[in-house]
Structures are given as C-alpha cells and as structure tokens.
C-alpha cells in the first residue's frame, strides 16, 4: 500500500479507485464509499471530487440499500443522493486495475500470516483476484484444524476493505477437506487444477500431484 500511496497522494485514493475498478456497473453513494473503505466521509468527497475531474468516475443519480453499522448491529437503510459511478470510456482502466492489484496483493508469506489468529491452518492457497486471474473461482483455500470462521471473515472483510472486492474464500477443516478431495469435490478440484500458488502445505497436497 506504500508504494501506490506514494503514486496516487494518498490511501483513501487507492481505496476509492479499486471500488468503483472492481464494481465496474455499480454507483456509490460518498456515505456507502466511507463505510466500505473505512475512510473518514471529508476524506472520501474530497478524493471523489478529484476523481471525477479526471474522468475516472462520473455522477449519477443513486437510490439503493446500503449497509451501515449500529453499534454491534449491521442494518440496511435505503438512501437516495448524489452518487459516483465508474466512467468506462476513461482509457486507461485495464492498466489502473493491474497496477492497483498487482502492486498491493502478492501472494506471498505475508497474507497467510494475516490468518495465523484464525486456528492451526495446515494448507493456505492463493488464487484469483491474488494472482490476477479474474475468472478464478475461488480466490483463497483455507484449510487447518479449530479454525475460527468468525476470525477468518473478520480478516477476509479487511482485506475486502483494501482491493474493493469482495473475495470468494472456502475455509475447511482437515477432516472434511480430506473427505472432499478423496471425492474429488468439484470446487477443491477447481481449486487444486487451475492457476494458484500454496504458500503453506502441510498436508503434502502438492506432492501428491
């Protein structure tokens, strides 16, 4: 993120551009753009404002549910008001998109490490939107023993927070993984026989390839 920060001014920038690059057709309201990002509001109408001088995004008109946080409770309310919308005939979006992933998301020790709170992970495999192939499905394979689902979103949540898309993850236990590969289950098949990387193994998958 310090890299891109340096490139694009600053952080809530970065944020707001992988937004609206990885949600191509949908329009955000300034306040929806703060609770996603998890930026302060100023921050996110000054960085809009910017954008939408640079012809990346454009106003438009927005009534939808949005999802907010009332202290432990998330609701959804139904706001209308002046939005902001990718604008697809800027040319250079397909360059902005690699540049925003790969420069921030390498699959690399570092993001298993995120997980390391969430039980004893024995297997972590990184594919999709990590090694930028966008018609993966299944971005990340988490198996381990007493894994903590609630702490595996919370960390899948923040990561969403910082790539502006939502990450499509399967989390297992060893048991039952083991249970699916011995069926050949189609996702975990879908997920050991097309592009990934393993950043961890301990249950020797790639040597029984």
């Given at each position: 993120?310090?890299?891109?920060?340096?490139?694009?001014?600053?952080?809530?920038?970065?944020?707001?551009?992988?937004?609206?690059?990885?949600?191509?057709t949908?329009?955000?309201?300034?306040?929806?753009?703060?609770?996603?990002?998890?930026?302060?509001?100023?921050?996110?109408?000054?960085?809009?404002?910017?954008?939408?001088?640079?012809?990346i995004?454009?106003?438009?008109?927005?009534?939808?549910?949005?999802?907010?946080?009332?202290?432990?409770?998330?609701?959804?309310?139904?706001?209308?008001?002046?939005g902001?919308?990718?604008?697809?005939?800027?040319?250079?979006?397909?360059?902005?998109?690699n540049?925003?992933?790969?420069?921030?998301?390498?699959?690399?020790?570092?993001?298993?490490?995120?997980?390391?709170?969430?039980?004893?992970?024995?297997?972590?495999?990184?594919?999709?939107?990590?090694?930028?192939?966008?018609?993966?499905?299944?971005?990340?394979?988490?198996?381990?023993?007493?894994?903590?689902?609630?702490?595996?979103?919370?960390?899948?949540?923040?990561?969403?927070?910082?790539i502006?898309k939502?990450?499509?993850?399967?989390?297992?236990?060893?048991?039952?993984?083991?249970?699916?590969?011995?069926?050949?289950?189609?996702?975990?098949?879908?997920?050991?026989?097309?592009?990934?990387?393993?950043?961890?193994?301990?249950?020797?998958?790639?040597?029984?390839k």
């Open positions: 993120m310090e890299t891109l920060t340096a490139l694009f001014g600053s952080q809530t920038k970065v944020k707001l551009l992988r937004q609206f690059l990885f949600n191509t949908t329009p955000f309201l300034p306040k929806e753009l703060a609770y996603r990002t998890k930026c302060a509001p100023t921050a996110v109408r000054k960085e809009l404002n910017i954008l939408a001088k640079a012809g995004i454009k106003r438009k008109q927005v009534l939808k549910s949005v999802e907010d946080r009332q202290g432990d409770k998330i609701v959804f309310k139904k706001l209308r008001g002046d902001y919308i990718l604008d697809e005939k800027f040319p250079y979006l397909e360059s902005l998109k540049l925003l992933t790969v420069a921030s998301l390498n699959a690399d020790e570092s993001l298993a490490k995120r997980f390391t709170n969430a039980g004893r992970i024995k297997l972590f495999i990184a594919a999709g939107v990590f090694i930028q192939n966008w018609d993966s499905r299944v971005d990340l394979l988490i198996v381990g023993e007493e894994l903590n689902l609630a702490k595996i979103e919370a960390v899948i949540k923040s990561i969403e927070a910082e502006g939502e990450i499509a993850y399967s989390a297992f236990e060893v048991q039952d993984f083991e249970y699916r590969l011995g069926i050949h289950d189609r996702l975990v098949r879908d997920i050991l026989d097309y592009p990934h990387i393993t950043l961890l193994d301990r249950l020797g998958i790639e040597a029984q």
